[in-house]
């Protein structure tokens, strides 16, 4: 396993990385900041509420669908670098999520609070917004797993799209610099999107798929720095 991480590192060093995706970082970090101000401000269910208030049969159909991304298909798109032979990209994802995913139920398990529809049980005065042909869970809602594995898939194609064009031998052009800061901000409205869904559907309050997206965020990273600063021969390891 460790060979996966010396393939991946060996193209890029640490202050290279964030150099190239502090587009992501930053602009993650910045939405963090706005969400955890939020949650400051408001109490839980009337922030659920806020975040819940206006539905649509267009977003109705496409939260619901898009949210089952994290319960099957996402894995499967990790599985697409096996077409091109690059098995030690998705060994990569693979090693990512279940880090993440461990971390995340152990969390699950230890902090288990309850889901939206159980909560507003106690205010019979307020009608929570449901989406038709949703089954709705009532425990384990913190911390969300969906918003994790977002997070986790898209969080690992951008580690991994900045290897690719540090592996380069030309330096990008400012074309290429933009297309590549573009690709980043669309993978974070990927996953931001995947989070929000879990609260339009009412699955997740928004603390929980806060906190899932950090597990889902720090997590790649995490497994990227683990072997620099563990097995510091990496760094020279210029074949594999």
């Known amino acids: 396993m460790l060979?996966?991480?010396?393939?991946?590192k060996k193209m890029i060093t640490r202050q290279a990385l964030i150099r190239m995706v502090y587009?992501?970082?930053?602009?993650?970090?910045?939405?963090?900041?706005?969400?955890l101000g939020l949650m400051y401000e408001y109490p839980k269910p009337e922030l659920h509420m806020m975040l819940n208030s206006h539905h649509s049969s267009l977003q109705d159909t496409f939260f619901k669908y898009y949210s089952v991304l994290a319960e099957g298909p996402l894995y499967a798109f990790a599985l697409l670098p096996l077409l091109w032979k690059k098995i030690k990209a998705t060994l990569f994802f693979a090693m990512c999520e279940l880090t993440g995913g461990s971390i995340l139920q152990i969390l699950k398990h230890i902090i288990s609070t309850d889901r939206?529809?159980?909560?507003?049980?106690?205010y019979p005065h307020q009608m929570l917004p449901l989406v038709q042909g949703v089954t709705m869970h009532y425990s384990n809602s913190f911390p969300s797993g969906h918003a994790s594995t977002f997070f986790m898939f898209c969080t690992c194609c951008v580690i991994i799209q900045a290897c690719h064009?540090?592996?380069?031998?030309?330096?990008?052009?400012?074309?290429?610099?933009?297309?590549?800061?573009?690709?980043?901000?669309?993978?974070?409205?990927?996953?931001?999107?995947?989070?929000?869904?879990?609260?339009?559907l009412s699955q997740h309050f928004?603390?929980?798929?806060?906190?899932?997206?950090?597990?889902?965020?720090?997590t790649p990273f995490m497994m990227f720095y683990l072997c620099w600063n563990k097995?510091?021969?990496?760094?020279?390891?210029?074949?594999d």
């Open 231 to 239: 097995i510091p021969r990496l760094k020279n390891d210029d074949e």
């Open 116 to 122: 939206p529809v159980s909560v507003f049980e106690q």
């Open 3 to 8: 060979r996966v991480f010396g393939t991946i």
């Open 23 to 35: 587009v992501y970082v930053v602009t993650y970090m910045v939405l963090l900041v706005v969400i």
């Open 206 to 218: 928004l603390s929980d798929v806060c906190v899932g997206s950090i597990i889902g965020f720090i």
């Open 165 to 200: 064009y540090r592996g380069k031998k030309q330096p990008l052009n400012q074309r290429s610099k933009i297309l590549f800061n573009m690709v980043l901000v669309v993978l974070l409205v990927l996953a931001v999107m995947g989070a929000y869904s879990r609260v339009y």
